[in-house]
């Protein structure tokens, strides 16, 4: 069974400044999805980001980048610059779509970030 | 316009009583699923629904739980008989063939009493 694992459940970082959030998955399959998801305090879903696991290219979008090492299954997101809304709780998701209907979206357990002026 | 809409964005019920929340996804999403948070804990898994019919579920989906998409729009979740226990945010879910993304609603926060 496929499992995710984020290890800090929660970190601190100044305003401005770069932080790593850290997540591990572990699947026996090689076609897959990665993703980070955002979720403010008003409790929303927002996806920040994802990568498709036959990419070697590591994805970004604008401040958020992520390092994807497939072969020892690890995902981290990098926020650059990071910003006051940045605050929120950010969970690490995995899915493989390819099998079918009974495929669902695996999260980790969050990591709370707090953006300190 | 959103790809995933749900209804009620609140829902405040007494314990024992019977609840619907309601997801509209737009018209090319093919999988639907359910998912539930309780406040300060991760997201679970509760079901997942393709082609008419359930493909999979959690333990947690017990026979409280039922879901359908009788008109072919609204994916709705009914909890027949609440309890306190199922005070949560409950998200629902959609996605299109094999892109793997899938596109989460606002939420239903549902508070028991």
């Known amino acids: 069974a496929q499992t995710v694992t984020q290890s800090q459940p929660e970190m601190s970082v100044q305003e401005a400044e770069t932080v790593t959030l850290s997540c591990t998955y572990d699947?026996?399959?090689?076609?897959?999805?990665l993703f980070w998801y955002k979720q403010p305090p008003s409790r929303q879903m927002i996806l920040v980001i994802r990568?498709?696991?036959?990419?070697?290219q590591n994805a970004t979008e604008n401040r958020f980048s992520v390092n994807f090492q497939k072969a020892a299954k690890s995902f981290s997101l990098k926020i650059s610059d990071s910003q006051l809304g940045d605050t929120a709780m950010y969970f690490c998701?995995?899915?493989?779509?390819?099998?079918?209907?009974?495929?669902?979206?695996?999260f980790g357990t969050g990591t709370l970030l707090a953006v300190q002026p | 316009e959103p790809e995933v809409t749900q209804t009620p964005s609140h829902q405040v019920t007494q314990m024992g009583q019977e609840v619907i929340l309601r997801c509209v996804p737009i018209?090319?999403?093919?999988?639907f699923y359910w998912y539930r948070q309780i406040l300060g804990q991760k997201v679970e898994f509760l079901v997942s629904?393709?082609?008419?019919?359930?493909?999979?579920k959690s333990e947690i989906f017990d026979d409280q739980f039922s879901v359908e998409r009788p008109d072919g729009s609204n994916f709705t979740l009914k909890i027949r008989s609440t309890k306190l226990e199922d005070s949560a945010m409950y998200f629902c879910?959609?996605?299109?063939?094999?892109?793997?993304?899938?596109?989460f609603g606002e939420g239903s926060r549902l508070t028991v009493l």
């Open positions: 879910a959609a996605r299109m063939g094999n892109t793997g993304e899938l596109f």
């Open positions: 018209s090319n999403h093919l999988y």
């Open positions: 998701a995995f899915i493989n779509p390819y099998g079918g209907a009974t495929n669902k979206l695996i």
């Open positions: 629904f393709y082609n008419n019919e359930i493909s999979e």
């Open positions: 699947t026996s399959e090689s076609n897959y999805y």
């Open positions: 990568q498709e696991a036959y990419k070697q």
